[in-house]
């Protein structure tokens, strides 16, 4: 995954980006991205405004991004999201890791994002943007986007939430469970099936990592399981195998 060639300096110029990756960024104008494949925005500091129109896409599965995202991320005016076809998630549970708060000094702006033509599984019938962790100091807006916003909590909202779509839906959930279970010592002696239970009930659940069975010998092997629901927010659940093939005596 390539980042823009501004990642981590200073820049006093508008910049006007159509790659996907903005990383610890600081820059004392505006951002602007048009027309990009993908979005995302993390660790980064913007002067003015962030503008993002006409996203066309997702980021690779590779990249471990169900949406485009941005995070953890501190804009001095503005933030306008608008004519955007693909999905965007903004604060925390998205993948970027906790805190993820963005806040906006004056106003968010969020309108005519249509997904319905996204056919991605990590997106289904998902909103058009979900918002968690996210401090506006004036106004929220956001109007005439398909389907729906929504939020699962943590939005702060100086002034007048002016938001006519927003909907709210709860995290995912994932429990993880090892079989067959340690002995008193906290070690198996054969190999052991992972197996993650997603749950997601009410936005769905888009992707649940399969079982894994652990094979290799080794003590605090951990074992990390992912659910990622249709409003692109992610959670995780672990287990610690130790595992000795050998026969106890």
Same mark, same amino acid.
């Given at each position: 995954?390539?980042?823009? $060639?501004s990642a981590?300096?200073h *820049? *006093?110029?508008?910049?006007f980006?159509?790659?996907?990756?903005?990383w610890?960024?600081s820059?004392?104008?505006n951002v602007d991205i048009?027309?990009s494949?993908?979005?995302?925005?993390f660790g980064? =500091?913007?002067k003015?405004?962030i503008?993002?129109?006409? +996203?066309k896409?997702?980021?690779?599965v590779?990249?471990g991004f169900?949406r485009?995202v941005?995070c953890?991320?501190l804009i @001095?005016?503005?933030l306008?999201l608008?004519h955007?076809?693909?999905p965007f998630?903004?604060?925390d549970?998205f @993948?970027?890791?906790n805190p993820g708060?963005?806040?906006v000094?004056h106003? &968010?702006?969020?309108?005519?994002t249509?997904?319905s033509? +996204?056919?991605?599984a990590s997106?289904?019938?998902?909103p058009?943007?979900?918002?968690n962790?996210?401090m506006?100091?004036?106004?929220l &807006?956001?109007d005439?986007?398909?389907p729906?916003?929504?939020?699962s909590?943590g939005?702060?909202?100086g002034?007048d939430?002016?938001?006519k779509?927003?909907?709210?839906?709860a995290?995912p959930?994932i429990? &993880?469970?090892? =079989?067959?279970?340690?002995d008193?010592?906290? =070690?198996n002696? $054969?190999?052991?099936?992972?197996t993650f239970?997603?749950s997601a009930?009410q936005?769905?659940?888009a992707a649940?990592?399969?079982?894994?069975t652990?094979? +290799?010998?080794?003590?605090?092997q951990?074992?990390?399981g992912r659910?990622?629901?249709k409003?692109?927010?992610i &959670?995780?659940?672990?287990?610690?195998?130790?595992?000795d093939k050998l026969?106890?005596p």
């Amino acid at each position: 995954m390539k980042s823009n $060639t501004s990642a981590r300096r200073h *820049d *006093d110029r508008n910049r006007f980006i159509h790659r996907r990756l903005l990383w610890g960024v600081s820059v004392g104008r505006n951002v602007d991205i048009e027309k990009s494949r993908s979005v995302l925005i993390f660790g980064s =500091w913007v002067k003015n405004d962030i503008h993002v129109h006409e +996203t066309k896409g997702i980021p690779p599965v590779s990249s471990g991004f169900a949406r485009n995202v941005i995070c953890n991320t501190l804009i @001095g005016h503005d933030l306008h999201l608008d004519h955007n076809k693909a999905p965007f998630g903004i604060g925390d549970d998205f @993948g970027c890791g906790n805190p993820g708060t963005v806040s906006v000094g004056h106003d &968010a702006v969020i309108n005519e994002t249509d997904t319905s033509g +996204t056919t991605a599984a990590s997106t289904g019938t998902g909103p058009s943007v979900t918002m968690n962790s996210l401090m506006v100091t004036n106004n929220l &807006a956001c109007d005439k986007n398909t389907p729906a916003v929504a939020t699962s909590g943590g939005i702060s909202i100086g002034h007048d939430n002016k938001c006519k779509q927003l909907t709210q839906v709860a995290l995912p959930t994932i429990t &993880a469970s090892a =079989w067959p279970p340690p002995d008193a010592g906290q =070690w198996n002696h $054969t190999d052991v099936g992972v197996t993650f239970a997603c749950s997601a009930p009410q936005a769905g659940v888009a992707a649940c990592t399969p079982p894994v069975t652990v094979t +290799t010998e080794g003590a605090n092997q951990i074992i990390t399981g992912r659910v990622v629901d249709k409003a692109g927010q992610i &959670a995780t659940a672990s287990v610690t195998i130790n595992l000795d093939k050998l026969p106890t005596p």
